[in-house]
């Protein structure tokens, strides 16, 4: 008999936690208890990817159906209706919630609705009362979207309540530059809503290639998107009912203020002021201004796990925290905020402590997808990175793709390798194009492996399609 209650004790039923307590229990025969606050599934599979990628599908259609026309089809378009959709959505959360539910039975893990805590480094104390030991604890908590601080953020939107709005906002001003904020964008401007998205720095999304950038940044305008870079939110407050109808624009010292709601993001319209000086009224208010670890009141540093700024919980290669007994994966450790390396880890936790095989974690060479209009899908290192470590060849091609342009489309995609001069490797592949995010998934695993340009180009193109160009560039556009 162990002197535990349990061999591992999961905090949070997200993508990481479930895996991990599904595999330990399942495959390492340990005996395996999760809590989970809130919806099983976390947030990919409630607030996250899965809803965002069904409002990707959802938003396509409206190109599509135009796209349609010039193809001979006479399609009828009555418009996009949110409350079918939405219902539709519910419906699907709800089985999907329930398929992660069932995994976790069938696998032999006890679950517990509820909240859990830290109380020592082998046990954790529910908010039903209930106190529960444990050889190990995995805190698998996840993160949640954070507000700007500034005075009334409470009345604007998070990414989290637009899976629940009971109808779409005419207008919708998105505060943001990175993957939620543009995402958005795209998908309700897809959707009929009039978006405009304010981001403070001089190119939205930081970090990925410049050229890449760019070409989204153009698409999305294209689009109907009103994007103003180098431009931030001031303040924002209730707006009166009848009132300055005329106002929009209008100098800021002009406007007169209602009084701001108590609490709760706001129903009616909101008047915003912004660094441009100008002043507007807009049906809703999104911050996508980034996410924070969820590690507040449970008692981790109380028991020796240490955080870093911004609260992510410290780990090792191996997951593990300063506290022997506990680890943590997925987005609480802040390394790579995306599903599939929270399951990595997960995976690479239950090797390392359940199957006696030590195994660190892997995060080099992550292919990901950015679900705008077009996608934009990369691995490996941006132009602006490489160039700063080696000599490269640039290899890139933009082009108008065959089915977009034979409906007199303006969109163009992008397919870009970045090419070490000294051993022929392909450091980096990012391209701009529908689908983007399915291309990359298959170039990812060349370049994981290591391929040179050189197989790049021994590949035989499969014609005609957009991923051809990946393997039919010939000359580097320019070294750098
Ligand atoms: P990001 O960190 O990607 O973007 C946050 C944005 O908000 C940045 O543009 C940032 O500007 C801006 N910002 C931050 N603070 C402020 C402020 N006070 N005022 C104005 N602007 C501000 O966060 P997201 O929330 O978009 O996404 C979080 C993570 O979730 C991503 O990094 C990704 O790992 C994951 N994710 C992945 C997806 C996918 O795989 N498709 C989809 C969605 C999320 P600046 O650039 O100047 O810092």
Not at 58 to 63: D, L, P
Not at 194 to 209: H, K, N, S
Not at 275 to 288: I, M, Q, S, Y
Not at 335 to 340: D, F, G, I, Q
Request: some cysteine; glycine content about 12%; aromatic content about 6%.
């Amino acid at each position: 008999m162990s002197e535990f209650d349990y061999d591992l004790f999961v905090i949070g039923g997200g993508s990481g936690g479930v895996r991990a307590a599904r595999v330990a229990a399942g495959e390492a025969g340990a005996k395996v208890a999760l809590a989970e606050e809130d919806r099983y599934g976390g947030t990919c599979v409630i607030r996250g990817c899965v809803p965002k990628k069904l409002m990707v599908f959802a938003s396509g259609y409206a190109g599509m159906a135009e796209e349609a026309t010039h193809y001979g089809w006479d399609l009828k378009n009555d418009g996009f209706d949110w409350t079918t959709f939405s219902g539709h959505l519910q419906n699907e959360l709800n089985r999907l919630e329930g398929v992660y539910r069932k995994l976790l039975a069938g696998s032999g893990v006890t679950t517990y609705d509820a909240r859990a805590r830290l109380k020592d480094p082998h046990s954790v104390e529910l908010s039903t009362g209930e106190t529960f030991t444990a050889k190990h604890i995995l805190v698998a908590t996840g993160g949640r979207p954070v507000r700007p601080d500034m005075p009334n953020a409470h009345l604007g939107i998070v990414s989290d309540d637009i899976f629940n709005l009971e109808t779409l906002p005419k207008s919708i001003l998105i505060i943001g530059g990175g993957y939620i904020a543009c995402e958005f964008a795209c998908i309700l401007s897809g959707l009929g809503v009039e978006v405009t998205q304010y981001y403070r720095g001089a190119q939205i999304l930081r970090g990925f290639d410049e050229e890449a950038r760019g070409l989204i940044a153009e698409s999305m305008r294209e689009l109907g998107v009103d994007l103003h870079t180098g431009t931030n939110i001031v303040e924002m407050e209730c707006h009166r009912e009848g009132e300055d109808e005329n106002g929009l624009d209008a100098p800021v010292e002009a406007m007169q203020y209602a009084m701001p709601a108590k609490d709760g993001p706001q129903d009616g319209p909101l008047k915003v002021k912004s660094t441009n000086g100008h002043v507007k009224v807009f049906d809703k208010v999104l911050f996508a201004t980034g996410r924070r670890p969820n590690t507040d009141d449970m008692g981790l540093e109380e028991v020796g796990v240490t955080l870093a700024r911004g609260g992510a919980i410290e780990v090792d290669e191996y997951s593990q925290t300063k506290v022997p007994s506990i680890y943590a994966i997925g987005d609480v450790t802040d390394r790579v905020n995306l599903t599939p390396v929270a399951i990595r880890e997960g995976m690479a936790f239950v090797e390392t402590v359940f199957l006696g095989k030590p195994t660190p974690v892997d995060h080099e060479l992550i292919p990901s997808a950015v679900f705008t209009q077009p996608e934009l899908g990369t691995v490996g290192m941006t132009e602006e990175e490489a160039r700063d470590k080696e000599p490269v060849d640039i290899y890139c091609t933009s082009f108008r793709p065959m089915q977009s342009a034979f409906a007199d489309k303006p969109g163009r995609v992008l397919m870009k390798l970045i090419v070490s001069q000294e051993s022929g490797k392909v450091l980096g592949c990012h391209i701009v194009a529908p689908q983007a995010g399915e291309m990359i998934q298959m170039a990812g695993i060349a370049i994981k492996m290591g391929a040179t340009k050189e197989d790049f180009d021994r590949t035989v193109a499969v014609h005609p399609t957009m991923a051809e160009e990946i393997v039919t560039m010939r000359k580097p556009v320019r070294t750098a």
